[in-house]
Nanobody, 115 residues
Framework: QVQLVESGGGLVQAGGSLRLSCAAS????????MGWFRQAPGKQRDMVAG???????NYADSVKGRFTISRDNAKNTVYLQMNSLKPEDTAVYYC?????????WGQGTQVTVSS
């Protein structure tokens, strides 16, 4: 079992920045894949960014060049640095982990970008 707790969401103006954090209940060194998804009202949950234990990253096209995912194994935490935010980035952001073939999700944190 892995518990994930997100923090760092909030209200920001367009063009601003936020950093989301995801704290895991166990060493993320052993977690193969972690990432961030988001879900806007009435829409499906979509992948935003992912990071493997190797450090390899991948991003949705809509956030490339604006968002950066990173992991700090010593703090068991994954981050999502979000810059140049747009109103269309407004959503609930969920932390995700895949550990030994099972998927785990955080409770979500709201990000609202005003125009």
């Amino acid at each position: 079992q892995v518990q994930l707790v997100e923090s760092g969401g909030g209200l920001v103006q367009a063009g601003g920045s936020l950093r989301l954090s995801c704290a895991a209940s166990k060493s993320i060194f052993s977690i193969n894949t972690m990432g961030w998804f988001r879900q806007a009202p009435g829409k499906q949950r979509d992948m935003v960014a992912g990071i493997a234990s190797t450090g390899n990253t991948n991003y949705a096209d809509s956030v490339k060049g604006r968002f950066t995912i990173s992991r700090d194994n010593a703090k068991n935490t994954v981050y999502l640095q979000m810059n140049s935010l747009k109103p269309e980035d407004t959503a609930v952001y969920y932390c995700y982990a895949n550990w030994w073939g099972s998927d785990y999700w955080g409770q979500g944190t709201q990000v609202t970008v005003s125009s």
